[in-house]
Structure formats: C-alpha cells, structure tokens
T-cell receptor, first 113, second 113 residues
C-alpha cells in the first residue's frame, strides 16, 4: 500500500537561509508526486508536481523538488526563504491507477527573523 | 483564475444531526473528491466521484456519508447523523482527469458538539 513519510513535523529556519523539507514514499507501482502548501487559515495550494520526464521540477514561489526513484524520495527545496513562506507543507503521492491522493502528515515551516 | 469554492466556511452542529457541505468545483473539471483533516492529523481521502457515480471510496466513507451532484455546478457531501469524531476540516477538490493534480477548495470546518 502506498504511504508518504515526512520525517520532520517542524522545521525552523532563518530568513534568507536555504531549506529542505524531506519526503519519502512507498509504492509498488509508478506514482505521481505533489507538494501542496497550506497557509494559515487557508486551503491547500499546489506548489509543484512530478508526473513524468525531468526529475527536477520547479514550482511556484521559488520552490523546487527532485524525484529520486532509487531512494523513493521527493524532497522540497528553496535556496532562500522569506517570512511569507511560513506555512504547512504536505507531500502527496498518487498511484497511476488510483483516484485518491495520499498525503503525508505535513511539515510546518517556521521562518525565524 | 478559476478556483474551487466551499460553503459554509464553518458549520457547528449537534451530534446526531444531518449536515450538508457544499462545493462548487472548477467548471470544466470532471472528477470530484472529498477529503478530511482531523485537527493535528493528516489529510485523508474520503471519496471520488466521476460521471455521476462514486469511483472510489475509503473505509472512512461508511453508510453515514453520501455524495451528490444535484445540478451542473454543485457537489455535496452529506453526513446523515453526525458523531463527535466527524469534527474536522473537510476539503473538496476537483481535477480535469484522474492523473493530474487536484485543485482544493478552502475547506469547511465542521464542529460536532
């Protein structure tokens, strides 16, 4: 069965510093991978997605993620964070024969001034 | 930019009462979904809906739950007899097809007293 593991429940980082949010998944078939962001009191917004092709995908707000099939990872990175990046970030996976998206527990990004 | 909308933003109800949560998906989307997020937990899939019928549902989606697309624009989730443990944020989502990203609404916070 597919599952998503986000190892860090919270990540504090100083403004303008780089950040990496880790995500590992398990699945026996090919998958589509997503990162969603949830700003305080708002819904889920798609940051980026991997469907096929290049393993390095770029998203909105300067974020990027790299799909690593051998390590079953899809870590999210940003070279320089801003206070406005304060939010909860969810990694998600969808098997190519399934309707549903499976979410990780989320990582709360806390930007320190 | 088109977006998924949900009403109400917050619903308070007494245990045992029926509630209907409403969603307006993006107009050219064909697949519709409900997810829920209990406070402090991960986002969980409830049900997917395509071509006027349920295409997939989770074990959470028992006989107390039902979905309907009563007209060409609305997509509803009904909980027949609410329980305390139904208290959660309920997200509606829609997608063009069943392998691309799903677009999420802002959510309805359901509080069962």
């Amino acid at each position: 069965a597919q599952s998503v593991t986000q190892l860090d429940s919270q990540v504090p980082v100083f403004e303008e510093a780089p950040v990496e949010l880790r995500c590992n998944y398990s699945s026996s078939v090919s998958v589509y991978l997503f990162w969603y962001v949830q700003y305080p009191n708002q819904g889920l917004q798609l940051l980026l997605k991997y469907l096929s092709g290049s393993t390095l995908v770029k998203g909105i707000n300067g974020f990027e993620a790299e799909f690593n099939k051998s390590q079953t990872s899809f870590h999210l990175r940003k070279p320089s964070v801003h206070i406005s990046d304060t939010a909860e970030y969810f990694c998600a996976v969808r098997e190519n024969r399934d309707d549903k998206i499976i979410f990780g527990k989320g990582t709360r990004l806390h930007i320190l001034p | 930019e088109p977006e998924v909308t949900q009403t109400p933003s917050h619903q308070v109800t007494q245990m045992g009462q029926e509630v209907i949560l409403r969603c307006v998906p993006i107009s050219n989307h064909l697949y519709f979904y409900w997810y829920r997020q209990i406070l402090g937990q991960k986002v969980e899939f409830l049900v997917s809906f395509y071509n006027n019928e349920i295409s997939e549902k989770s074990e959470i989606f028992d006989d107390q739950f039902s979905v309907e697309r009563p007209d060409g624009s609305n997509f509803t989730l009904k909980i027949r007899s609410t329980k305390l443990e139904d208290s959660a944020m309920y997200f509606c989502a829609s997608s063009v097809n069943n392998y691309n990203e799903q677009f999420f609404g802002p959510g309805t916070r359901l509080t069962v007293l």
